[in-house]
């Protein structure tokens, strides 16, 4: 998508980049099979490790029918999107639901993983240099932040990162280049419409991109701009149209994107609901796609009805209850940032990640604005959503290897530093690290 940045005194030629993204590639990969072997993801996969994309595309491979996501037949749903599910019944309906599928779906779902680590070594090489690209691509090569989502399959999570890598990597190129005065960027858009697809918490982004892009314009390409953004939704459109006409056929609603938000809603505010999954996952707060009354109950009433039953008492809930379900918000939103881990040195790895993301994020102004006002952007948009249902580290995984890049941004200046501080004890001599901007980036 561009030249590699120059900005560091020994840049990587083509060759050597080539040359470490593969190895980031295949340690990437290697490492994330055997975590998944050690962790029996290769023989565990009975209906009780089933969720519900995966019910969907066993659905469609046995009955025919995009639904059934709970643990009873239920009849159509809209509760997932559908490109997972269509894949997942793909995988299926060619290697059966059995050890070999699933076999197959965890080592596409590591493939996956460890291509976006690959890829980040060329955008960071790119746009930030190849320092950074040799720190992001070894810290998103070892740092796993969800086990199960990133090497299970069972969620497209690692396909929303490689899709918001992909869309920042070209949002950052049609603004250096100016390349969507020109002409119009159909690829780009497209992208933009399998990614609401594959995702709709990609929406708010969206709007925070279109927003912040009109008032970057100079007042003369603001009214060219308007026109590309028309196109874009338009695009969106086309995207979304067969699903939500199916929708409304099958469901006898317009349901554009998902009909899940009562559910979780209901299922994150109410007497003595907890502010993350695991601990709401249970027989005090039931849930379809475990507890077979709850299922019943979606089959009896519809999954539309349903929802929207469970929305209204959720909304009179938070009502009466204003404090409590401020508290569940404020909790939910530490845990997006600040997540707690498996053990605790999980946590206080997670924890040094976010601290370290935090201050390269200000590093990166320095460095990249583009770059910086594009994960600012994500980082307030996309987690909105997340603030207000239970939360699960799932939620969180696009966005890390943002985190990556920014973590990186502070490792680099923290070892300039010490490399200073020890020329000064050396030389005597005073060195300049105050700033690290490349100018050929610099607005």
Not at 168 to 190: A, D, H, I
Not at 198 to 209: D, E, I, N, R, S
Not at 341 to 359: D, E, K, P, Q, T
Request: a positive charge; charged letters at 15%.
């Amino acid at each position: 998508m561009g030249s590699l940045a120059q900005s560091d005194s020994t840049p990587f030629s083509l060759r050597d980049l080539k040359r470490f993204a593969f190895v980031i590639f295949v340690f990437a990969f290697a490492l994330r099979l055997v975590m998944a072997w050690k962790a029996g993801f290769f023989s565990n996969f009975k209906p009780n490790y089933q969720t519900e994309m995966v019910r969907i595309a066993l659905s469609l491979v046995k009955d025919h029918e995009y639904g059934n996501p709970f643990v009873t037949h239920t009849g159509p749903t809209a509760h997932e999107m559908p490109l997972y599910p269509l894949f997942l019944a793909v995988l299926y309906r060619i290697f059966g639901p059995g050890a070999l599928a699933e076999a197959v779906k965890i080592a596409l779902a590591c493939a996956v993983s460890a291509l976006r680590c690959a890829l980040l070594v060329v955008f960071c090489a790119e746009i930030l240099g190849h320092k950074i690209a040799v720190t992001a691509g070894i810290l998103s090569c070892v740092y796993i932040a969800a086990l199960e989502t990133e090497l299970r399959g069972n969620w497209d999570t690692p396909w929303q990162a490689m899709v918001l890598l992909l869309l920042t990597w070209g949002t950052v190129s049609l603004w250096q280049e100016q390349s969507w005065v020109r002409r119009t960027p159909w690829p780009y858009f497209m992208l933009w419409g399998a990614a609401i697809l594959l995702q709709p918490a990609f929406l708010p982004v969206l709007a925070a991109f279109m927003l912040a892009g009109f008032m970057a314009c100079q007042k003369e390409l603001r009214g060219a701009f308007l026109k590309r953004c028309l196109l874009w939704i338009a695009v969106i459109v086309v995207f979304l149209s067969p699903w939500t006409v199916r929708n409304y056929f099958q469901l006898g609603k317009l349901v554009l994107t998902r009909d899940n938000f009562g559910l979780e809603f209901w299922q994150s505010y109410g007497p003595g609901r907890a502010f993350d999954m695991a601990t709401d996952m249970g027989p005090t707060v039931p849930h379809p796609s475990s507890n077979r009354l709850e299922s019943q109950q979606v089959l009896r009433l519809g999954e539309v009805k349903y929802n929207q039953t469970k929305l209204m008492e959720a909304e009179a809930w938070v009502r009466t209850n204003p404090r409590e379900s401020v508290r569940l918000t404020v909790f939910r939103f530490l845990a997006f940032w600040l997540p707690l881990g498996r053990n605790a040195s999980h946590s206080v790895i997670n924890f040094s990640i976010s601290l370290l993301a935090f201050a390269g994020l200000a590093l990166l102004f320095r460095r990249h604005r583009l770059l910086a006002i594009l994960f600012a952007l994500a980082w307030l948009s996309y987690p909105l959503v997340y603030y207000i249902v239970r939360y699960s580290p799932r939620y969180r995984y696009p966005l890390t290897w943002q985190l990556m890049v920014c973590a990186s941004m502070s490792l680099n200046w923290i070892l300039n530093f010490v490399m200073d501080l020890h020329q000064i004890d050396r030389t005597g001599a005073s060195v300049d690290h105050g700033s690290s901007r490349d100018p050929d980036f610099w607005n």
